[in-house]
C-alpha cells in the first residue's frame, strides 16, 4: 500500500483491488457482456495493485479472466501482486498449471520479486504481549 501511496503522491493513478473482488467484477462484466469495458477499468491506470492472490481459490474462468488481464496489462503498465502463496503453488491456485505457467511467464519477464518471511505484521502487537505465540524458528 505504501508503495501506491507513493506513486499517487507523484502523480500516477492507481488502483488498488483484492484478487477476489477483480474476479468477481469481471466475472460480472463477462456475463453482461461487458467483459472488454469492465477490463479497461484494471487496464487504464498506471498501477494496478492486486492484493491477496491465491487467499480465495481461483475457478478455471476466473483463471482465464486474471490471463486476460495480465496480457492487457503485459509490458504496459507496472503491476504490484501479493500473494501468500509460492510461485511454485501457483498452479494449484488457479487450478490450471498451464493457466499459472502463462500468467506468471508474463509476470515474472520484467519483475522484481520481494519474498517476505516471518510472522505476520498485523499481529505484531499481539505477539509482543504474548497473546499469539510466533510461527516462525527465531522469533
Known amino acids: 500500500m505504501g508503495l501506491g501511496l507513493k506513486a499517487i503522491e507523484h502523480g500516477y493513478r492507481v488502483l488498488f483491488?483484492?484478487?477476489?473482488?477483480?474476479?468477481?467484477?469481471?466475472?460480472?462484466?463477462?456475463?453482461?457482456g461487458r467483459f472488454d469495458e469492465k477490463l479497461k477499468v484494471f487496464t487504464i491506470p498506471r498501477l494496478l495493485i492486486i492484493d491477496e492472490i491465491g487467499y480465495l481459490p481461483i475457478d478455471r474462468q476466473a483463471a482465464t479472466l486474471f490471463f486476460q488481464l495480465i496480457s492487457r496489462r503485459y509490458e504496459r503498465g507496472p503491476m504490484i501482486l501479493t500473494s501468500n502463496q509460492s510461485f511454485g503453488s501457483w498452479g494449484d491456485v488457479f487450478g490450471d498449471r498451464v493457466i499459472a505457467s502463462a500468467i506468471l511467464d508474463r509476470?515474472?519477464?520484467?519483475?522484481?520479486?520481494?519474498?517476505?518471511?516471518?510472522?505476520?505484521?498485523?499481529?505484531?502487537d499481539k505477539l509482543k504481549s504474548g497473546v499469539v505465540k510466533p510461527t516462525t524458528a527465531g522469533a
Open 17 to 32: 483491488t483484492t484478487a477476489a473482488a477483480m474476479l468477481t467484477t469481471l466475472t460480472k462484466a463477462l456475463n453482461e
Open 107 to 124: 509476470i515474472l519477464h520484467h519483475a522484481t520479486t520481494i519474498s517476505i518471511r516471518g510472522d505476520s505484521y498485523r499481529l505484531k
